[in-house]
């Protein structure tokens, strides 16, 4: 079992940056595919990134492709967000999510579903 906390969010202006932390106790932290989604008020929740467990491999959404970045440091049990550019309609609570690694890193990667474990997600709030 991992357990996930986020950290890093806050309020920022539009066309301003953020950079969004997840630290992973427990298990090995390499033993994952990790993934960040978001969820805004009256929404469901929606795929943002996912990096696969060496991070050689990275699913974008089309929203953020070009503005966001995933990353992974194995050695420091940690994944990232870097987000730039940032516009309102970013605005949402921020989670990242745990897959075991036994399953291929596929763009099943991109379903909330296929995650076991979840943080308790970071507020992220773009003010135009």
């Known amino acids: 079992q991992v357990q996930l906390v986020e950290s890093g969010g806050g309020l920022v202006q539009a066309g301003g940056s953020l950079r969004l932390s997840c630290a992973a106790s427990?298990?090995?932290?390499?033993?994952?595919?990790m993934g960040w989604f978001r969820q805004a008020p009256g929404k469901e929740r929606e795929f943002v990134a996912a990096?696969?467990?060496?991070?050689?491999?990275?699913y974008y959404a089309d929203s953020v492709k070009g503005r966001f970045t995933i990353s992974r440091d194995n050695a420091k049990n940690t994944v990232y967000l870097q987000m730039s550019s940032l516009k309102p309609e970013d605005t949402a609570v921020y989670y990242c999510?745990?897959?075991?690694?036994?399953?291929?890193?596929?763009?099943?990667?991109?379903?909330?579903?296929?995650?076991?474990?979840w943080g308790q997600g970071t507020q992220v709030t773009v003010s135009s």
């Open positions: 999510a745990a897959r075991s690694r036994t399953a291929l890193f596929t763009e099943q990667a991109m379903a909330s579903g296929a995650y076991d474990y």
């Open positions: 427990g298990r090995t932290f390499s033993s994952y595919h």
């Open positions: 990096v696969s467990w060496s991070g050689s491999r990275i």
